[in-house]
Nanobody, 118 residues
Framework: VQLQASGGGLVQAGGSLKLSCAAS????????MAWFRRAPGKEREFVAV????????NYADSVKGRFTISKDNAKNIVYLQMNSLKPEDTAVYYC????????????WGQGTQVTVSS
């Protein structure tokens, strides 16, 4: 499985960006798709997750109400709509997948840089 993240960029505080993560490779059977981020000098942190079958989602408290995770099962793409961006959202954002039968996120995208200027 290969994950390709895109959509990052430079945006002013209060602006919006939409990240995409496209999966390819062997027949794709994830249980969950998630976004994580790593800010400069900080540990990687969870941002949002969506269950591949159904619409169950969960978010980090720091992004609740501002970010929305969604998916297109037919295209094997997961999105992260980010609104009301803050400088503290600046980070490299990574998508990851947990396949059916696995208890860990075993496949990761290459990351896409999001920079929010004040």
């Amino acid at each position: 499985v290969q994950l390709q993240a895109s959509g990052g960029g430079l945006v002013q505080a209060g602006g919006s960006l939409k990240l995409s993560c496209a999966a390819s490779g062997r027949p794709f059977s994830p249980s969950f798709m998630a976004w994580f981020r790593r800010a400069p000098g900080k540990e990687r942190e969870f941002v949002a997750v969506i269950r591949w079958s159904g619409e169950i989602t969960n978010y980090a408290d720091s992004v609740k109400g501002r970010f929305t995770i969604s998916k297109d099962n037919a295209k094997n793409i997961v999105y992260l709509q980010m609104n009301s961006l803050k400088p503290e959202d600046t980070a490299v954002y990574y998508c990851a997948t947990r396949l059916v039968g696995s208890f860990e996120y075993g496949f990761w995208g290459q990351g896409t840089q999001v920079t929010v200027s004040s």
